[in-house]
């Protein structure tokens, strides 16, 4: 867009046109204050508190040119009364007077803070806000030291009101700046609040049941400019003053948002430092300011009780606790022993570093990834390439979902894509259900389950929808495991790189093919050369075992079995899992919180996280435990500096090639400007200091000549009369290691439950809530029964995570369970 | 030079001496028998004020720890209930302490309390044998409770303690009848 020269404070300042006033002042250093106004939101102009005074050239009204005056320079006419910077668009010659320069301005604002003030409590000492708060900030920069008004006539609303088991609503303390409501409705796309009242009595309401039932309701506390919604999690956990801040990437999904963890020294746990809330960090390319509830309240885990602190080894059938030497030295004489018939079961939860070390590890000998989604080696050859971000996918581009739902795997994906389509780009969602992404999409495809590969072979051909993606100018394919096994997703993986290659979008910026992988370092694992196997229960059984940071044993009872008939066992992870209950010595790691290193996320973007709080117990970083493990068994490897084991791999892989740590602590500019002084403008978002990271290369990207697979079309299963087709789908919240320890969350939990179409449901005699047995592949299990429209009649949904050990489309049969009185 | 001249040097000398000491009021108190009165704006050892009706009126705010020059300050705060209710409002102090050894006792945090919780007393009796018995708890610092019943926590009515800071107008301009300034 052509730019535009105003004057703001006799400062000249050159714009792209359409840039409202007060982001040109940011721009040029000048700061108006705003409460209602937020850079990522459209503008409302509520709160009157950026108040200005502007001016515009005079127009000669015959021939429409400026008019000069005396000294021959473009004659200004100011508007009579003060105008919002925040909802007026610069225009070329306008001069701008803040309250810098005008006293008009000064004495606007002046009385929009009283103004604001007239009904807003003395909460500060009690306000989790206090400290960070705008309406503080701002008072003490521009408001009155007294007010005019009766103290008699505050207005009385309800407190400390639970807006929804995360988020505490003050209705005394909020200004109706509408922040939360136009985050919820414009960029979260729930509108699940509103206002109720008017005037003085307009207050804010949740319209929905639960209360806030948004995935993305923390933000809104990081935007609000008061101290009107706080968070459960974080309720007078601290005062902002007293907490330091670490940098951070969220573990909870491979779209690798950047976090801040706020940490302190706390006297209720044992003079520990603990952490005490969580984050959003800028990063532009990631996750922009926001971040999912998921990650904002599910890091309990990292200091949850069943966490390890010292090495365990089974003596006379159980576990005692024994020295790191002890544990190294069994578990490397028994490895040894049984090199020949030994595998290493990793899990995309480690780091890039961890999974280096653990491979090299290996060796010869059989590694595995612990994962039913396949298709991260094609990924390495056709996945995004750098530069590429979502932000700035709009019209003429496309995206593709396939067999993934967003908005359960990863949040700021759908997000983000959401906003993608909304800003024109083509969006086209595939999948065996309704999923809330359709609702913006610009083609649904709903295919049955078992028919994904065929979906994407039919985009090769000629539809109106196929002509939309090939003629895209980029385009991207996002696809995951929805209703999909190892076999099927890997199957649609290679249709999707074959798809995106006919159709050449690949090897470029925004073009690409993106696994929405279940872990946080999946992408990671494949690159370091790990691969996941069809049955994982073979590969286990009679061998000796080194699994980290996995447990399998907890989600399939077949694979504990397997575990079982293993010769030897030493499990390595951060808490006590089931799979480590049946080890024969456990070595105790440490999450990411406790130690650094880097993660690969799902685009392909490795990003670097650093320590948070201090290492519990004796536990130790994985990366090193490996290599004191591999040193007793006669290979050397780096076990003490990360900087180096990721120098070792950026030689040894060329999609790291050129990376290091220095560069991946990188920062560059980026707009709007959040997380500095003026947190009224922004919010609470950290600023990023500390690495906005980097993509890795794809081959395509190098220019590398490789061959793609082709998908193998596997014959779909169809229920007979009698059975349902059970999927497994994930679940944002679920009963995994990393979430069941939240106890805030427990209610959006819930219980493990299968889904049916209510008429499906209907015919089997089971109402929604209901408990039913079923029966699939030899086991048996009671669930209750969840009804949903949106899914197709004879399909059941079996969560993940859930204990339902469902791992492949399977055949299914439900039966009303025995009525307990 | 006479030889009286050095005696009667001795004398003066002496009547000095016994004016001072059998007519001068005694100044030296017989501590720890006899304990001296502070003035009234001394500033001794902290203590933590209760209302009335026993409620604390410390809600945990951390202002005093954030005024303090010297870091002696520590608190932590959690939420009252109106089944185990510390303080009027939502918030309490789960852990106030205060380390006496760094304490320079210089009153800011008598100044930052919005509740005039804490208060710097007369105690002036501060002696430790470990650095650990320096560290002041909560319950060290607290003002006895005036009545049995009235300790903390206790299970108050519903919707009555919900305000942290009490409403505080200014009498004199209230009493003037015209135009009331209060304090945003």
Redo the contacts between chains.
Sequence with gaps: MADVTLTIDNKQVTVPAGTLVVDAAKRAGLDVPVFCYHPKLEPAGMCRMCLVEIGRPMLDRATGKPVLDEAGEAKIQFMPKLETACTNPVSEGMVVKTQLTSEKARAGQKGTV?FL??S???????CDK?GECALQDL?MAH??G??????DEKQRLA??LPLGELIWLDRERCIQCARCIRFQDDIAGESVLGFEERGRMMQIVSMSEPGFDSIFSGNTTDICPVGALTTSDF?????P??LNAAPSICAQCPVGCNLTFNTRR???ADGQIVIKRVMPRQNEQVNEIWMCDKGRFAYHYVESEKRLTRPLMRRDGKLAKVSWKAALDLAAEKLSEHKKNSVTLVSGRLSNEDLYNLNIFAGKTEAILYTDMGGGDLTSLVGVSDGTNIGDMGKGDAILVIASDLYNEAPIWWLRIKAAAERGATLIVAGGRAAKLDRFATFTIRYAYGDEIKTIEDLGGKSKIAEAFRKAENALIFYGSDGLGLAGSTSLAAACANLLKETNHIGRRNNGLVGVWPRVNDQGAWEMGFRPTADLAEALKGKAVYIVGADPAGDDPALAKALKSAKFVVVQDISMTATAELADVILPAQPHTERAGTFTSGERRVQRFYPVVPAFGESRPDFSITAQLARQMGIILEGSSLPIVFDFIAHSLPAFDGLNYDRLAEVTEQWPMVGRGDMYYGGTTYENKDGLGAHLSSAAQRGETFKLPAAKNVKPLRPKEGELLAVPVTQLYDLGNTVASAELLAQRIGAAAISLHPETAGKLGAADGETVKISWNGSQSEVRVRTDEGLAAGVALVPRSFGIALREPMTLTVKPAKKVK | MSLLEPIIELGRGLVITMKQALFNPVVTVQYPEVKREVRPRFRGRHVLKRYENGLEKCIGCSLCAAACPSDAIFVEAAENTDEKRFSPGERYASTYEINMMRCIFCGFCEDACPTEAIVLGDNYELSFTNRRDAIYPKEMLLEPVPSADMTTPRKTEANVFTRSVPEMKNPKDWESGDTVKVDT
Excluded: I, M, N
């Design positions: 009283e003030l007239t807003h409590p003395l909460d500060c000492p009690v206090g008072t408001g009155p007294q007010s005019r008004f009766l103290f407190k400390q309720r007078f956990g601290a005062r003053w007293e706390e006297a209720k």
